[in-house]
């Protein structure tokens, strides 16, 4: 029988705790294929953060360590100035990256810290049971904002990755979407290229992705990936905001 | 024996690298020594000072409460440490700066005219040397080939040549000493 | 400079120590009175191809030194109060996930901004818990500029034997002043750090630096294993010194700078025929309890002075446990009590005990 698809070798045989229709777990595959094509694993150092994706050293099979909320960019440093060879990358989500943890990732971008940020957007704090986050819509309802997110109490969506490339630092940024096939396709080139400027020693690199949260949402998965193309791609717009090669796009 | 020593005045006028020099010239001689300074926003522009404990014994207490030895380089040092010098102590009076005079009779009093001096020898900045050289020639605490020693351990050596400069203002301090007596 | 003796500031001391104990890393944020240990830091790790990062914030800075612990180096931060307090979380997860590190916290008067004058009003923090959770780490309180060489360099020792955070206590004063030091020449021992995330680089099994136990026996285990890793502590890092305890019948307890003071007075009361003794923490965490048994047959009564309201008291009274009666003397705000001061609450207590009182 001839094999067509199997699990990247960089990732445990772990079952994962993510929620049915939770797009984690696609991210969680477009590293660990970028991990395997690139043939880095034995000098990949991955950071997990605090919320849905805490549990993220499970699934790696690379070395890893856990940060406090928020911090991963911070850890991230630390363990890139040790061992400036190895490949370091960070796995956060909006809550940990846009929120508590928003100073250390702009200033690990503004020291261009030679790492790679994998941001997962997915407009919700999920682990802690769908409370509004920096990036949730206006008009959309959350544990703490009930009737909507209201601008005029909770002010409207941060966009980091537009907000990083102006930084000097900020070597590549991008933002794409895990919510159909083609989508995943140009994640996963955004992915891989990230991975591959750190190797090539450019500077800070980030890649957004657009994600779902079916449960926290209260949308069935198909739902949940319709919502990301009708309403969040339109205030996240998707695409490179900056690149090494051609810097910032207006 | 045990020398506890305040240097004030504001900040500029070498007060600090005084203590500094008396410290490192005590260590060359092999004694216990010390030397705190008062830090914070009044080191801007306001009155400095350090202290400076220079002892044959193991130093205890590096904060000097009650000097034994006061140097002082400003109006607005004498009026906040004047009270609090050891009874029997000896005060050192910038008179270039200060006309008004110490009004405690159990002290030992030496005026020196620091900044007039200076400005004979052509270089103001140099009146913390010429108080040094009084204090010196008045209470002994270190010898002054080791404040020379110090000066060549803690200038960088293109300034070494500011080491007769520095000569001439000690000399000149502890001159108006030994004519006194 | 091998053992050359030479004159420096405290907070550059600490500075040189690290170098020479092979810390090759420093975190650091500007506050007051710490800034020349960073400055010195910034010159001197990159001519021993050391790194020096200054931080967005002290938050980030001890999580920057959890990063590069992880990632086997030897690491070190350092702050004064208010900086510390943000640092607590960072502790605790460095405690958590067993993570060796050296802190210095040259304290300052709180709470809050307070002042930039010395103080020793974090000694609950750093000896009680500071971040969340059960923890402990050993805490030297230095009294001179050559300890400040000395704990500090085994500060990293300590923190590579036990896989936990150390901190070195001092205050303003101790950072600010010069005394005469001389570097001692010490061969660290090997530390074989196979739990660093370095990358697998060949290993089978990748390593990974967690403080997370989500079920509820397996985080009770680490627990217990921490609890028996923090009881070894206490039992072999405990340091202190005493003075004239065979025949003090007054004891006066002091850290650090207040115990120089305290020292001196010691000394006049000696002079003026008062049998007193001292007694020096050196480790505040780990407690010398030891010391108390030591001069408890002859001690009549136990002084304890502090630039606090009173936090080492308590483990003053712990440790006496109700056998004789203990004073407290203290100062805040940045104003350090004067050897006059403490002989005049030394001359109370000592009248008391002479008059059957105490």
């Known amino acids: 029988m001839k094999q067509i698809f199997a699990k990247p070798q960089s990732m445990t045989d772990k079952v994962s705790h993510y929620c049915p229709g939770c797009t984690h777990g696609i991210a969680h595959r477009l590293v660990g294929e970028t991990i395997d094509e690139l043939g880095i694993a034995d000098r990949t150092i991955g950071v997990a953060s605090v919320g849905c994706s805490v549990l993220a050293y499970e699934y790696f099979d690379v070395d890893f360590q856990q940060a406090s909320h928020g911090r ?85 969506p941060i966009r980091m990755a537009e907000m990083l490339a102006t930084l000097d630092g900020a070597a590549y940024v991008a933002r794409f979407s895990l919510h159909d096939i083609p989508n995943i396709t140009k994640a996963k080139r955004a992915i891989k290229k990230s991975f591959q400027y750190q190797l090539e020693g450019k500077g800070f690199t980030i890649v957004e992705l657009l994600s779902t949260c079916p449960t926290n949402w209260g949308m069935s998965p198909n739902e949940s990936l319709e919502w990301v193309q009708t309403d969040m791609m339109k205030v996240y717009p998707l695409g490179e905001f900056k690149t090494p090669e051609e810097g910032e796009k207006k | ?64 409460t009650e000097p034994t030895i006061a140097v002082i380089m400003n109006l607005p040092s004498l009026d906040k440490f004047e009270p609090t010098v050891s009874s029997g102590g000896k005060i050192f009076v910038n008179s270039s700066l200060i006309a008004k005079d110490v009004s405690r009779s159990d002290l030992l009093i030496t005026k020196v005219p620091a900044n007039d001096i200076a400005g004979e020898l052509g270089a103001d900045r140099i009146a913390n040397m010429v108080m040094l050289g009084a204090v010196l020639a008045e209470t002994r605490v270190v010898s002054e080939e080791s404040i020379i020693e110090s000066l060549k351990a803690v200038l960088p050596p293109h300034r070494h040549n500011l080491i007769p400069l520095n000569r001439d203002a000690l000399e000149r301090g502890k001159a108006l000493v030994l004519a006194k007596e | 400079m091998a053992n050359e003796t030479v004159l420096m500031k405290g907070n550059e001391v600490i500075g040189e120590a690290a170098v020479r104990a092979g810390c090759r890393y420093f975190f650091g944020y500007p506050i007051t009175p710490q800034n020349e240990l960073p400055a010195y830091m910034a010159k001197r790790l990159p001519e021993v191809q050391g790194v020096f990062v200054q931080a967005e914030s002290e938050t980030a800075a001890i999580n920057m030194v959890y990063g590069a612990s992880g990632a086997g180096a030897r690491v070190m931060t350092s702050s004064s109060s208010p900086g510390i307090s943000l640092k607590q979380e960072g502790i605790s997860y460095l405690a958590g996930a067993e993570l060796p590190a050296v802190i210095v916290n040259m304290m300052r008067g709180g709470p809050g901004l307070g002042t930039i004058q010395p103080s020793q009003s974090d000694y609950f923090q750093a000896t009680k818990g500071g971040g969340h959770g059960d923890y402990n780490m050993v805490v030297l309180a230095p009294a001179s500029v050559q300890e400040l060489a000395d704990l500090t360099m085994d500060a990293f020792d300590i923190a590579d034997k036990y896989r936990n955070p150390v901190m070195v206590l001092g205050d303003g004063v101790l950072g600010q002043m010069m005394e005469p030091v001389a570097f001692k020449e010490r061969q660290s021992a090997e530390f074989v750090k ?36 923090y009881m070894t502590m206490a039992k072999n890092e405990v340091r202190y010194e005493v003075k004239n305890l065979e025949d003090a019948e007054v004891v006066l307890v002091a850290y650090g700078m207040m115990a120089r003071i305290t020292s001196s007075v010691m000394n006049k009361a000696r002079e003026k025929g008062m049998k007193v003794g001292l007694i020096r923490p050196i480790s505040v965490w780990p407690f010398p309890d030891e010391a108390f048994e030591m001069a408890l047959p002859q001690a009549k009564a136990f002084l304890t002075v502090e630039m606090s309201k009173g936090q080492m008291v308590e483990d003053v009274r712990l440790a006496v446990n109700g056998r004789a009666p203990v004073y407290f003397y203290g100062r805040t705000g940045g104003v350090i009590p004067s050897p006059q001061e403490v002989m005049e609450q030394l001359e109370a207590v000592y009248a008391k005990v002479q008059g059957g009182e105490a």
């Open chain 1, 72 to 156: 991963a960019p911070a850890v991230a440093t630390g363990i890139k100035r040790v061992h400036p060879e190895s490949i370091v990358f960070t796995y956060q989500g909006d809550g940990d990256l846009a929120s508590i943890g928003t100073a250390e990732a702009i200033h690990a971008a503004m020291r261009g810290e030679n790492i790679t940020i994998i941001f997962i957007n997915n407009a919700i704090y999920g682990m802690t049971g769908g409370q509004m986050a920096p990036t949730t819509l206006l008009g959309q309802q959350t544990t703490t904002t009930p009737e909507g997110r209201r601008f005029e109490e909770m002010g409207a």
């Open chain 2, 1 to 64: 024996m045990t020398y506890e020593i305040l240097i004030a005045g504001f900040g500029g006028q070498g007060v600090m690298s005084m203590g500094m020099l008396l410290t490192y010239a005590g260590m060359l001689e092999g004694k216990y020594v010390s030397w705190i300074p008062s830090y914070g926003p009044e080191q801007r522009g306001g009155t400095a000072n350090c202290a400076v404990v220079i002892s044959d014994e193991e130093i205890g207490s590096p904060v000097v």
């Open chain 3, 194 to 229: 196979d739990w660093a995330t370095t990358g697998k680089q060949g290993r089978s099994k990748p390593n990974l630096i967690n403080s997370l136990y989500l079920d509820p026996e397996k985080s009770a285990e680490h627990n217990e294993e921490l609890h028996a890793k």
